[in-house]
């Protein structure tokens, strides 16, 4: 079992600049690959960003590219997401997720969640 715990969400204005944190614990978590994932009301999850076990690739949804930073830290066992240029568009909950495999831009093949946090962007 792997758990995961998001933090760093809150309120910016658009323009402004977030870091989520995802912090894991359980089993190894540098065997995980981890994907952030984002769900605005009334929306499908939507993939975001994905982070190979390594850090060695990294897969970006169009939407957020060139705005967005993901990266991990394996001895702190911890994903970030580094936001940038944020925009209304941008606010939802956003969760982390994770796989013994490659990321996938699919929110089915990951088997580790957690609870999300939120990040509102006003105009």
């Known amino acids: 079992q792997v758990q995961l715990v998001e933090s760093g969400g809150g309120l910016v204005q658009a323009g402004g600049s977030l870091r989520l944190s995802c912090a894991a614990s359980g089993r190894t978590f540098s065997n995980y690959a981890v994907g952030w994932f984002r769900q605005a009301p009334g929306k499908e999850r939507e993939f975001v960003t994905g982070i190979s076990w390594s850090g060695g690739n990294t897969y970006y949804a169009d939407s957020v590219k060139g705005r967005f930073t993901i990266s991990r830290d394996n001895t702190k066992n911890t994903v970030y997401l580094q936001m940038n240029s944020l925009k209304p568009e941008d606010t939802a909950v956003y969760y982390c997720?994770?796989?013994?495999?490659?990321?996938?831009?699919?929110?089915?093949?990951?088997?580790?969640w957690g609870q999300g946090t939120q990040v509102t962007v006003s105009s």
């Open positions: 997720a994770a796989r013994t495999t490659e990321p996938s831009s699919s929110h089915y093949d990951y088997n580790y």
